[in-house]
């Protein structure tokens, strides 16, 4: 369980501490964060069978000791279907209160999962019991179903009541490689299928522990698996994966085996997976069944499914960025995020709006600001389309970033690169300096092509001025309890302020803290700006400060 002040995820009867921010940033992401990462976990002796176990034999292969600790090639090979039960945590990054605060944790999830390992298919039956967004102890019951590349939802994952459906082929390959990095032995059985190829990469000391480690050539990004040399058993694995703002990020998943009755467990009874330095997902596992006889009608879709391979890998490439937000409740952030539509709400202002985020573009004498670079890249290339359509002939010059959470910050890298100035709260420079850094090689960025420091202007104390001779703008520190640095926006000759997330008219709250964020909002406007008499949020649309003071004030 997720606690603030001990920071750990149980698994069975091992914890692992959430952060490992004291231990330092590996300077290769696919080599020392990994073991970093490992070396931690299999102290606690992850990876190992309680029992003793002891299968390795210095005369086999690093591949076929892998082979023989689960029974042998044969084996593995039979393993065609298999089921059991999961209980666990799920935590989301990028959403906390100070940049560098962790992980929250997002729901307590248990239910079934039975895997067409033959067929490629799965289904998994969840009890989601929320724990940070939407009422705290909310359950939701979903299926996800997932076939190739395609998925499905069935019921719903947003406590909204939001209905599930078709996955976006983005959001499938997510799900899909996340279930892949948990179930080491179905990769391994694809490896004795002759359907991925391997080769050996040299042995390391971890914890004490001796690990032989095997590249494994998956399509998606090549996998390291680190074999323990006492139990041949599959220790841990590790990748790389993107994230729009970290980018290339080391992802690694620690296992947990039980050896009873001269055999060991088919799947492991434990699993956890680590995303650069933050411990994002913990479960444990029980009734495992093998060979287990499914009905076609579990995974059969209640719709056509989306299909584009492509997409389903680029996704499987950001698993942590579509699964991590999925886990909220909320939306999910999949699919194609250059597709908008604007609005003007008022001269030289435009609203750009597009799955349900929003950014505002203001002309100025010099050129152009920009409130929020929210998602990605492909969001910001869209916004570029809108700025050289809307004011031919001027560049965007500055970006106003409201808060640090990774859905509004998505698409800074693009502007970074450009050259345009950040207007940012101090309590979160240094990490925009960090995203800046990041080394971009899984899909490449424009930053990446084009590295530079970023252009920081800091907002600090009572705000800052940016004078211009047609539109002056005020940037206004607003204290809350979302996040730490929330800045709004204020343009006192069009009388609106842009904030975000305080405040999404005409949306439902996303959590119980909600009516107090919107007091902060309405306190700030009031004693900061209260000639503003419009509010463009960062969700939503435009809606009137009077609309806002009856909302919290109602007769």
């Given at each position: 369980?997720?606690?603030?002040?001990?920071?750990?995820?149980?698994?069975?009867?091992?914890?692992?501490?959430?952060?490992?921010?004291?231990?330092?940033?590996?300077?290769?992401?696919?080599?020392?964060?990994?073991?970093?990462?490992?070396?931690?976990?299999?102290?606690?002796?992850?990876?190992?069978?309680?029992?003793?176990?002891?299968?390795?034999?210095?005369?086999?292969?690093?591949?076929?000791?892998?082979?023989?600790?689960?029974?042998?090639?044969?084996?593995?090979?039979?393993?065609?279907?298999?089921s059991?039960?999961?209980?666990?945590?799920?935590?989301?990054?990028?959403?906390?209160?100070f940049?560098?605060?962790?992980?929250?944790?997002?729901?307590?999830?248990e239910?079934?999962?039975?895997?067409?390992?033959?067929?490629?298919?799965?289904?998994?039956?969840?009890?989601?019991?929320?724990?940070?967004?939407?009422?705290p102890?909310?359950?939701?019951?979903?299926?996800?179903?997932?076939?190739?590349?395609?998925?499905?939802?069935?019921?719903?994952?947003?406590?909204?009541?939001?209905?599930?459906?078709?996955?976006?082929?983005?959001?499938?390959?997510?799900?899909?490689?996340?279930?892949?990095?948990?179930?080491?032995?179905?990769?391994?059985?694809?490896?004795?299928s002759?359907?991925?190829?391997?080769?050996?990469?040299?042995?390391?000391?971890?914890?004490?522990?001796?690990?032989?480690?095997?590249?494994?050539?998956?399509?998606?990004r090549?996998?390291?698996?680190?074999?323990?040399?006492?139990?041949?058993?599959?220790?841990?694995?590790?990748?790389?994966?993107?994230?729009?703002?970290?980018?290339?990020?080391?992802?690694?998943?620690?296992?947990?085996?039980?050896?009873?009755?001269?055999?060991?467990?088919?799947?492991?009874?434990?699993?956890?997976?680590?995303?650069?330095?933050?411990w994002?997902?913990?479960?444990?596992?029980?009734?495992?069944?093998?060979?287990?006889?499914?009905?076609?009608?579990?995974?059969?879709?209640?719709?056509?499914?989306?299909?584009?391979?492509?997409?389903?890998?680029r996704?499987?490439?950001?698993?942590?960025?579509?699964?991590?937000?999925?886990?909220?409740?909320?939306?999910?952030?999949?699919?194609?995020?250059?597709?908008?539509?604007?609005?003007?709400?008022?001269?030289?202002?435009?609203?750009?709006?597009?799955?349900?985020?929003?950014?505002?573009?203001?002309?100025?004498?010099?050129?152009?600001?920009?409130?929020?670079?929210?998602?990605?890249?492909?969001?910001?290339?869209?916004?570029?389309?809108?700025?050289?359509?809307?004011?031919?002939?001027?560049?965007?010059?500055?970006?106003?970033?409201?808060?640090?959470?990774?859905?509004?910050?998505?698409?800074?890298?693009?502007?970074?690169?450009?050259?345009?100035?950040?207007?940012?709260?101090?309590?979160?420079?240094?990490?925009?300096?960090?995203?800046?850094?990041?080394?971009?090689?899984?899909?490449?960025?424009?930053?990446?092509?084009?590295?530079?420091?970023?252009?920081?202007?800091?907002?600090?104390?009572?705000?800052?001025?940016?004078?211009?001779?047609?539109?002056?703008?005020?940037?206004?520190p607003?204290?809350?309890?979302?996040?730490?640095?929330?800045?709004?926006?204020?343009?006192?000759?069009?009388?609106?302020?842009?904030?975000?997330?305080?405040?999404?008219?005409?949306?439902?709250?996303?959590?119980?803290?909600?009516?107090?964020?919107?007091?902060?909002?309405?306190?700030?406007?009031?004693?900061?700006?209260?000639?503003?008499?419009?509010?463009?949020?960062?969700h939503g649309?435009?809606?009137?400060?009077?609309?806002?003071?009856?909302?919290?004030n109602?007769?």
């Amino acid at each position: 369980m997720f606690r603030r002040s001990f920071c750990a995820i149980t698994l069975g009867v091992l914890a692992l501490p959430l952060s490992l921010a004291a231990c330092g940033s590996a300077e290769d992401p696919e080599d020392s964060g990994a073991e970093q990462a490992i070396a931690q976990a299999l102290d606690l002796g992850l990876g190992d069978s309680q029992s003793g176990h002891r299968a390795w034999r210095n005369d086999r292969s690093t591949l076929d000791n892998a082979f023989a600790a689960l029974g042998g090639q044969s084996n593995l090979l039979s393993l065609e279907r298999l089921s059991y039960r999961t209980e666990g945590e799920r935590f989301a990054r990028g959403e906390s209160y100070f940049p560098d605060d962790g992980v929250l944790n997002t729901h307590h999830f248990e239910g079934t999962v039975r895997y067409d390992v033959a067929q490629g298919r799965s289904r998994q039956d969840l009890l989601r019991r929320q724990a940070t967004f939407g009422t705290p102890g909310q359950v939701l019951a979903l299926a996800v179903k997932l076939d190739g590349d395609s998925g499905e939802i069935e019921g719903s994952e947003s406590f909204f009541g939001f209905p599930g459906g078709p996955l976006l082929p983005d959001g499938a390959g997510a799900a899909r490689r996340e279930l892949q990095l948990l179930n080491p032995e179905v990769l391994l059985r694809q490896v004795a299928s002759g359907a991925l190829r391997t080769r050996d990469i040299g042995a390391v000391n971890l914890g004490g522990n001796d690990y032989a480690r095997i590249l494994v050539e998956d399509p998606v990004r090549s996998i390291r698996l680190y074999v323990s040399q006492r139990t041949g058993l599959i220790a841990a694995l590790s990748t790389l994966e993107n994230d729009p703002l970290l980018r290339d990020t080391t992802v690694t998943a620690v296992f947990q085996w039980t050896h009873r009755g001269g055999s060991v467990s088919p799947v492991p009874v434990g699993a956890a997976i680590r995303f650069g330095e933050d411990w994002v997902y913990s479960e444990h596992r029980s009734e495992v069944r093998v060979g287990e006889t499914f009905s076609e009608d579990i995974f059969r879709f209640n719709a056509n499914p989306i299909v584009d391979p492509a997409a389903s890998r680029r996704g499987a490439l950001q698993r942590e960025f579509h699964q991590g937000f999925a886990s909220l409740g909320i939306l999910r952030v999949d699919g194609d995020k250059s597709v908008v539509t604007t609005a003007t709400v008022g001269p030289g202002a435009v609203l750009i709006m597009g799955d349900g985020y929003n950014s505002l573009l203001l002309e100025r004498s010099r050129g152009l600001v920009l409130v929020e670079a929210p998602l990605n890249e492909e969001r910001s290339l869209a916004i570029e389309a809108v700025a050289r359509a809307s004011f031919p002939g001027k560049h965007i010059t500055d970006v106003i970033v409201t808060h640090h959470h990774e859905d509004h910050l998505g698409g800074i890298r693009t502007f970074i690169a450009r050259g345009a100035r950040i207007v940012i709260a101090r309590e979160a420079s240094e990490y925009i300096e960090r995203i800046a850094q990041a080394r971009s090689t899984l899909i490449p960025d424009t930053l990446a092509a084009r590295p530079r420091p970023a252009n920081l202007l800091y907002v600090e104390g009572d705000g800052r001025s940016l004078p211009d001779a047609t539109l002056p703008i005020e940037v206004r520190p607003l204290g809350n309890g979302h996040a730490a640095g929330m800045l709004m926006a204020v343009v006192p000759a069009l009388s609106l302020a842009f904030e975000s997330d305080l405040w999404d008219p005409p949306f439902p709250p996303v959590s119980i803290e909600i009516p107090a964020w919107e007091r902060d909002l309405l306190d700030a406007l009031d004693a900061q700006a209260p000639n503003v008499s419009l509010v463009v949020p960062g969700h939503g649309v435009p809606s009137p400060v009077s609309e806002l003071r009856a909302t919290l004030n109602p007769r």
